[in-house]
C-alpha cells in the first residue's frame, strides 16, 4: 500500500527563518510527487510536480527537491504570507490518483 | 489558466434531503476528475474518480448509491449528496485533471446538514 508521511506536523518561524518540510513515501512505483499549498477553507493550491530523483523546482521563496525515498520543500527567507498547510501527494504509475499526506502547517511570524 | 469552480460554495440542508455540488474547470477540458472530503484538520480523502461519459469509480467504503457523482461534460460533473445525515457534514471538495497528471483544486463546498 502506498504511504505518504510528513513532518514535521506543525512548525512555527520567525519571518526570514529558512527552513525545511519532510515528505517520505513509499510506493510501488513513482509517477510523480506534487506539493500543494492550501489555506483554511480553501482547495489545494497546484505548486510543483517531480517526476525522478535529482529534479528540483522554484517558485519565489519555495523549492522543491526529489531523492528516490522523499521529497523536502525548502521555504527561503519566509513571509507571513507564506503561513499555510503544504501537502505532498504522490502518484503511481497507470493511476490518475492522488494519495496525500496529513500536511505540514507552516506558521509564520512577522 | 487551470481554474477549477465549485458551486455552491457553502450549503445548509436539513436531514433527508439531497444536496446537489458542481465542479466546472473553466479554461480547460477535463476526462477526468476527482471528488474528495476532508474534515476538520485532515487531509484530503478521495471518494470517487469521475470520467466523462462513464460511471464513476468510488473508493472503497464510499457508498454510491448515497454519492451519486454524473460527469457529463469535459467541464463538468457533480456530486450529489441523497439523503443528507449530519454525519455527511464535511468540506467537498473536485478536482481535474490537468495534461501533466496534476490535478487542479476548486475552492471547495462546505456542507452542513441540520
Not at chain 1, 504511504?3 to 520567525?14: C, D, I, K, N, W
Not at chain 1, 521555504?75 to 500536511?103: H, M, R, W
Not at chain 2, 480523502?45 to 461519459?53: C, I
Not at chain 2, 467537498?92 to 490537468?98: F, H, N, V
Amino acid at each position: 500500500e502506498d504511504q505518504v508521511t510528513q513532518s514535521p506536523e506543525a512548525l512555527r518561524l520567525q519571518e526570514g527563518e529558512s527552513s525545511s518540510l519532510n515528505c517520505s513515501y513509499t510506493v510501488s512505483g513513482l509517477r510523480g510527487l506534487f506539493w500543494y499549498r492550501q489555506d483554511p477553507g480553501k482547495g489545494p493550491e497546484f505548486l510543483f510536480t517531480l517526476y525522478s530523483a535529482g529534479e528540483e523546482k522554484e517558485k519565489e521563496r519555495l523549492k522543491a527537491t526529489l531523492t528516490k525515498k522523499e521529497s523536502f520543500l525548502h521555504i527561503t527567507a519566509p513571509k507571513p504570507e507564506d503561513s499555510a498547510t503544504y501537502l505532498c501527494a504522490v502518484q503511481v504509475p497507470n493511476d490518475y490518483k492522488l494519495s496525500f499526506g496529513a500536511g505540514t502547517t507552516v506558521t509564520v511570524r512577522a | 489558466g487551470a481554474v477549477v469552480s465549485q458551486h455552491p460554495s457553502w450549503v445548509i440542508c436539513k436531514s433527508g434531503t439531497s444536496v446537489k455540488i458542481e465542479c466546472r474547470s473553466l479554461d480547460f477540458q477535463a476526462t477526468t476528475m476527482f471528488w474528495y472530503r476532508q474534515f476538520p484538520k485532515q487531509s484530503l480523502m478521495l471518494m470517487a474518480t469521475s470520467n466523462e461519459g462513464s460511471k464513476a469509480t468510488y473508493e472503497q467504503g464510499v457508498e454510491k448509491d448515497k454519492f451519486l457523482i454524473n460527469h457529463a461534460s469535459l467541464t463538468l460533473s457533480t456530486l450529489t449528496v441523497t439523503s443528507a445525515h449530519p454525519e455527511d457534514s464535511s468540506f467537498y471538495i473536485c478536482s481535474a485533471r490537468g495534461q501533466a497528471y496534476e490535478q487542479y483544486f476548486g475552492p471547495g463546498t462546505r456542507l452542513t446538514v441540520t
